[in-house]
T-cell receptor, first 113, second 117 residues
Framework: AAGVIQSPRHLIKEKRETATLKCYPI?????VYWYQQGPGQDPQFLIS???????DKGSIPDRFSAQQFSDYHSELNMSSLELGDSALYFC????????????FGPGTRLTVT | AQTVTQSQPEMSVQEAETVTLSCTYD???????LFWYKQPPSRQMILVIR??????QNATENRFSVNFQKAAKSFSLKISDSQLGDAAMYFC??????????????FGKGTKLSVKP
């Protein structure tokens, strides 16, 4: 079965640089979620999109922005990177016509040096 | 605001034995979903089992089962016949069913499960 695809899997950036993370949801899933998991922590919700519109917002810094495109893939843009942004970034997708089980991608490990 | 608490940072079980991971949550909502996710060393988040709050029957998925006590706001995970591959971090998660579209997961801090051969 198709799974959530995230790219790149690993990313190394320097402070104040910009990073773009991409997510391709499971086919026919209409909702995408972004989570951030710091070292030794639980995943924290950042933002979600339903049918290409922002549906909910969590603890996402103003330096971050995201969007969902017509093909349902989503991108998380992160600017002015800080050391504290180093984390594992997950994308998850779900289909609203059911229990809304969220299926996670493998994550993008971002390291800011 | 909803919160999820996992009071056991670490647990250990002997291979082939049974272990129960605890989870409690706090909410004023009556309709919601509860999940257990497994995160092995690969860091992939894997859905293990889910429970709808309106269902009284406890969910079961092969060797995994839950004990859902709605009044007590308790949602424990029982793993039977533990296998070495069960070693992982386990996260309990809550999702509101209030809105059809909204519904991010709220996670507990996790329980690290070790399986001894």
């Amino acid at each position: 079965a198709a799974g959530v695809i995230q790219s790149p899997r690993h990313l190394i950036k320097e402070k104040r640089e910009t990073a773009t993370l991409k997510c391709y949801p499971i086919p026919r899933h209409d909702t995408v979620y972004w989570y951030q998991q710091g070292p030794g922590q639980d995943p924290q919700f950042l933002i979600s999109f339903y049918e290409k519109m922002q549906s909910d917002k969590g603890s996402i810094p103003d330096r971050f922005s995201a969007q969902q495109f017509s093909d349902y893939h989503s991108e998380l843009n992160m600017s002015s990177l800080e050391l504290g942004d180093s984390a594992l970034y997950f994308c998850a997708s779900s289909f609203t016509g059911g229990v809304n089980e969220q299926y996670f991608g493998p994550g993008t490990r971002l390291t800011v040096t | 605001a909803q919160t999820v608490t996992q009071s056991q940072p670490e647990m250990s079980v002997q291979e082939a034995e049974t272990v129960t991971l605890s989870c409690t949550y706090d909410t004023s909502e009556s309709d919601y979903y509860l999940f257990w996710y497994k995160q092995p060393p690969s860091r992939q988040m894997i859905l293990v089992i889910r429970q709808e709050a309106y269902k009284q029957q406890n969910a079961t998925e092969n060797r995994f089962s839950v004990n859902f006590q709605k009044a007590a706001k308790s949602f424990s995970l029982k793993i039977s016949d533990s296998q070495l591959g069960d070693a992982a971090m386990y996260f309990c998660a809550y999702r509101s069913a209030r809105y059809r579209v909204q519904g991010n997961l709220i996670f507990g801090k996790g329980t690290k499960l070790s399986v001894k051969p």
